[in-house]
């Protein structure tokens, strides 16, 4: 319950008497007293989900896929799209700080990359259900696809990301998680002995779940 007093006070917590005074307790387990001509209105406050346990720190995992999605052609001409899947593992050490290793896919339309990276995360609350973080990941992409024509090699390279995402949040700390932001992937391809470098860049769309 939310108490406002005339005197502009606000005061939240559990409400134990409502006649003939006002009693409520208070988070801190302080007990205050009214009487109802001090307060202008009285707003109940929305009950807590019990089976929602914000993980302040422990073992955190995320598993996302979604679309790598720009305009960009590959030096042959074609329109790269690709599409990515990734799952991290890694250790949560307060409500800013969370790293872990993640490895992934991501395929194009021209090349396949194999992305590992060390990822930082970071929740910007610690209640509710709905939990706004970032994200940033940094390592290579190691290049998958097929070699199986003659002269042509296909190298991997750097790759980082970084963005914004939703957890929302349905039992303890397992949770729906969606995301949005940026993403750089390059790679080399070495024809006839002449090296190019080609540079993906992608605005990264997530979903998957996390615990």
């Known amino acids: 319950m939310s108490l406002?007093?005339?005197?502009g006070s606000i005061i939240r917590g559990k409400v134990l008497q409502e006649s003939p005074v006002y009693r409520i307790e208070?988070?801190?387990q302080s007990q205050w007293v009214f009487q109802p001509s001090e307060i202008e209105k009285a707003i109940p406050l929305k009950s807590p989900n019990p089976n929602i346990k914000y993980k302040e720190k422990g073992f955190v995992h995320y598993t996302e896929l979604g679309p790598l999605a720009m305009s960009n052609?590959?030096?042959?001409?074609?329109?790269?799209s690709a599409f990515s899947f990734q799952t991290t593992n890694g250790y949560k050490f307060n409500q800013w700080f969370y790293t872990g290793l993640g490895i992934g896919a991501d395929l194009y339309a021209v090349q396949t990359?194999?992305?590992v990276?060390?990822?930082?995360r970071g929740d910007f609350s610690n209640t509710g259900d709905k939990i706004p973080f970032y994200f940033l990941e940094s390592g290579y992409g190691f290049n998958a696809t097929s070699n199986d024509v003659d002269n042509l090699r296909f190298g991997g390279g750097t790759t980082f990301a970084g963005g914004i995402g939703l957890k929302i949040l349905f039992t303890n700390n397992t949770g729906f998680v969606i995301g949005a932001g940026y993403r750089f992937q390059r790679s080399s391809v070495t024809q006839l002995n002449i090296e190019k470098t080609e540079d993906f860049n992608r605005l990264t769309l997530r979903a998957g779940f996390s615990f």
């Open 4 to 7: 406002y007093l005339k005197n």
């Open 26 to 28: 208070t988070y801190d």
């Open 73 to 80: 052609r590959a030096s042959n001409g074609v329109t790269t």
């Open 113 to 115: 990359f194999v992305p």
């Open 117 to 120: 990276v060390l990822s930082l």
